[in-house]
């Protein structure tokens, strides 16, 4: 539940008072992000993630926007 809160507000951008109740309390689950972060789980968690791309998926944005 934290952390789908967490990704949450990193996902919508709201500021963290902005959490749905169903989360719960928004210091609590701002306290444990503050936890992570200085314990440098973060920094784990993405370096995990990004070890090795496969390429199995990508998107390319080719948006062509004109002015006249």
Do not use: C
Request: glycine residues 4%; positive net charge; hydrophobic residues 45%.
């Amino acid at each position: 539940m934290m952390l789908n809160a967490m990704l949450w507000v990193a996902r919508s951008g709201a500021p963290w008072r902005d959490l749905p109740e169903h989360y719960g309390s928004w210091k609590t689950v701002y306290t444990r992000f503050r936890r992570w972060q200085i314990a440098g789980i973060w920094d784990e968690i993405l370096k995990h993630v990004s070890v090795s791309p496969d390429f199995e998926h990508i998107m390319i944005d080719a948006t062509i926007v004109r002015v006249h």
